[in-house]
């Protein structure tokens, strides 16, 4: 039987909405890889979001920052960084329109000064003055809010791969979009509690499916071997261009559309039927 090469996108697909990775998922991704299969993680996320209990199931690669960034066997072998200028121009627009955000290098993620306390009212609740949601805060912290790095007085970096914006209803989308349309690639955000008007700015003409064609030139396989999972649009073009592309059942409407099929959500064990489906396992 031919060995697969399978790309599988982290939030939404791989991981659930309260951050766990199913037990099943794991299970599959492990067992395609001891039949000989390639599993690489395809994210939006760059490295530091990749925490250990994703990491810890073992996989062949990762491309990062939606195609920012890949790396083969611990080994980076693609960086594409965002221009100084256009570091400055991002937060300086941000720190004007009181928008709450964050960069993403794979030295670190860096907040914006009022970040946190925008997190923890996401996350927790109100820290403040509710007992409970400080006592969540204390004792049981999202991985995501430990892996910011808070209080970083110079946020005009040399190592940027993209940022993270949170909405701020007062600041449409469209006028965020308008504002940095000749120099990124302007997406809705792929984490529901950002808000609908969240958002993420990328180096344009990346996306997941040039930087899995580069992969595929580098390890020399073929792309009628490829096999792409995924729910959110910034997943759109990955499975477009592998042989295979499954949308979750949790998906979004139009990825659903263009997708060669369905599986079932991220909560129903999705992943591990899909692989089955496709004899991975």
């Known amino acids: 039987m031919t060995k697969k090469i399978v790309f599988v996108d982290v939030d939404g697909t791989l991981v659930s909405d309260d951050g766990l990775v199913p037990e099943s998922a794991r299970e599959a991704i492990i067992k395609a890889r001891s039949n000989g299969h390639q599993v690489y993680l395809c994210t939006g996320r760059s490295k530091p979001e990749l925490y250990e209990s994703i990491l810890s199931i073992g996989f062949d690669g990762i491309i990062g920052a939606g195609g920012g960034y890949i790396e083969v066997d611990n080994e980076t072998i693609y960086h594409k960084k965002v221009a100084d200028a256009d570091v400055v121009h991002m937060v300086d627009f941000f720190r004007e329109k009181n928008l709450d955000f964050y960069l993403?290098?794979?030295?670190?993620?860096?907040?914006?000064?009022?970040?946190?306390?925008?997190?923890?009212?996401?996350?927790?609740?109100?820290?403040?003055?509710?007992?409970?949601?400080?006592?969540?805060?204390?004792?049981?912290?999202?991985?995501?809010?430990?892996?910011?790095?808070?209080?970083?007085?110079?946020?005009?970096?040399?190592?940027?791969?993209?940022?993270?914006?949170?909405?701020?209803?007062?600041?449409?989308?469209?006028?965020?979009?308008?504002?940095?349309?000749?120099k990124f690639e302007v997406l809705h955000c792929t984490v529901p509690i950002f808000g609908e008007d969240s958002g993420e700015l990328m180096v344009p003409d990346i996306h997941k499916a040039t930087a899995i064609e580069f992969l595929l030139a580098h390890i020399g396989a073929d792309k009628r071997?490829?096999?792409?999972?995924?729910?959110?649009?910034?997943?759109?073009?990955?499975?477009?261009?592998?042989?295979?592309?499954?949308?979750?059942?949790?998906?979004?409407?139009e990825l659903k559309k263009l997708a060669d099929e369905v599986t079932k959500s991220v909560d129903e064990d999705g992943l591990y039927a899909s692989f089955e489906k496709h004899n991975l396992i």
Do not use: Q, W
């Open 225 to 253: 071997d490829t096999i792409a999972i995924g729910d959110g649009m910034n997943d759109a073009e990955m499975l477009a261009y592998c042989e295979t592309g499954i949308a979750m059942g949790n998906a979004k409407e």
């Open 104 to 182: 993403e290098s794979n030295g670190g993620l860096f907040a914006s000064e009022n970040l946190e306390a925008h997190l923890d009212s996401l996350v927790y609740g109100d820290v403040e003055n509710d007992p409970i949601a400080r006592e969540k805060k204390v004792n049981n912290p999202h991985p995501f809010m430990e892996s910011l790095t808070y209080g970083e007085t110079n946020l005009y970096r040399s190592d940027v791969n993209k940022a993270c914006f949170l909405e701020n209803k007062d600041v449409p989308f469209e006028e965020i979009k308008k504002e940095f349309s000749s």
